[in-house]
Structures are given as structure tokens and as C-alpha cells.
């Protein structure tokens, strides 16, 4: 694939759910119970039962490695936690992942990612490099 400067990548939408959210606590050993139980998250006063912010950002991960062509041409990848990912029991929630093109150099694709859920941005100052 051949990329330039201001190019729009292919976005790509996730869906979350209540059951994932239970087998990346699982696998993650990450059992707090905000990303699990709606009574809890609400006495801490989230909205809901929320994603862990390493599964959002693993998606956006698996989403940068789809881009690259696979994970071992990804050389940079960094965002910050802006909102969290709010998962309603019995609902799948939608986060999209969308790129830009920010810069070709050298063999290297550096891109600015954009992670929405719920028409809300979830990461921010999200970039990755990869190889072309």
C-alpha cells in the first residue's frame, strides 16, 4: 500500500460488549471492578460499567497493526485516555478507529489516530509510526 501526507486511512469499528470486557479481565488479570460491576462503577461515580483503558487501546493497537501490514513494522504507538469507553449491559458499544496520514519520511508512515465511542473521543494525542 503506498501512503501520503493527508491521506484518510479506512476506518475500522469494534465492537464491545459486556463479555469481552469480562474475558480482557480474565486473560489481563485487571479484575476492578468498575470494568464489571454497573452497581460499583456507579457508587464511584462513572456512568456505567467502563472498558479498561488497555483494551481500548489494544484494539487501537490491533487497528495501527491492520495499517501496517503487522505488528512487526509498528515502531511507535502513544495516546492518552481522554474518556472512558461507557459498556451499558446488554449492548454492544461501537468504537471507531480512523487514521491520517501526518507524514512519509524515510520508510516510515507516521499517522494520527482517532478513536470515537458514542460520538465521544476516547484517546487523545493518539499517533503511531509504522514501516511503509
Known sequence: MTFEVGQELAPHTFLINRAKLIAYANASGDQNP???DEAFAKSVGLENVIAHGMFTMALAGRY????AGGSEKVRDFSARFTKPVVVPADLDVELILSAKVSAVDDGLVKIDLTAICAETKVLGMAKATFLA
Open 34 to 36: 468498575i470494568h464489571q
Open 64 to 67: 495501527v497493526s491492520e495499517l
